[in-house]
C-alpha cells in the first residue's frame, strides 16, 4: 500500500491522488499555484484543489484475469 508524499519532498509528474490541508482529495495533476497557500493546486476534468499538502500514486487499474481465486467466502 502506498503512503502518502508531502508535496515538500516531491511533486508528481502524473495523475495521482492528492489532499489538501482541509483533507478534501481530488485524483489528478499537481501543478505550482502562486494562489494557493501551500505554493501547489491539482486539477482534474475542470475541478481543482487548491492548498495541496500530500499525494500519493494511483494503484494499478482492476485486471479481473489478476483476481481470480482470491475471493473470499
Same mark, same amino acid.
Given at each position: 500500500?502506498?503512503?502518502? #508524499?508531502? #508535496?515538500?519532498? !516531491? #511533486? *508528481? &509528474?502524473?495523475?495521482? $491522488?492528492c489532499c489538501n490541508s482541509h483533507k478534501d482529495m481530488l ?5 505550482? &499555484?502562486?494562489? !494557493?497557500?501551500?505554493? /501547489? =493546486? =491539482?486539477?482534474?476534468?475542470?475541478? #481543482? $484543489?487548491? &492548498? ?5 500514486? $494511483?494503484?494499478? *487499474? /482492476?485486471?479481473e484475469e489478476e483476481n481470480r481465486g482470491n475471493a473470499n467466502?
Open positions: 500500500m502506498s503512503e502518502w #508524499i508531502p #508535496i515538500t519532498k !516531491s #511533486i *508528481p &509528474d502524473k495523475e495521482v $491522488l485524483m489528478g495533476y499537481v501543478y505550482a &499555484d502562486n494562489e !494557493s497557500n501551500t505554493g /501547489y =493546486a =491539482a486539477e482534474s476534468e475542470g475541478c #481543482i $484543489l487548491m &492548498d495541496v499538502t500530500a499525494w500519493m500514486p $494511483l494503484p494499478k *487499474p /482492476y485486471r467466502g
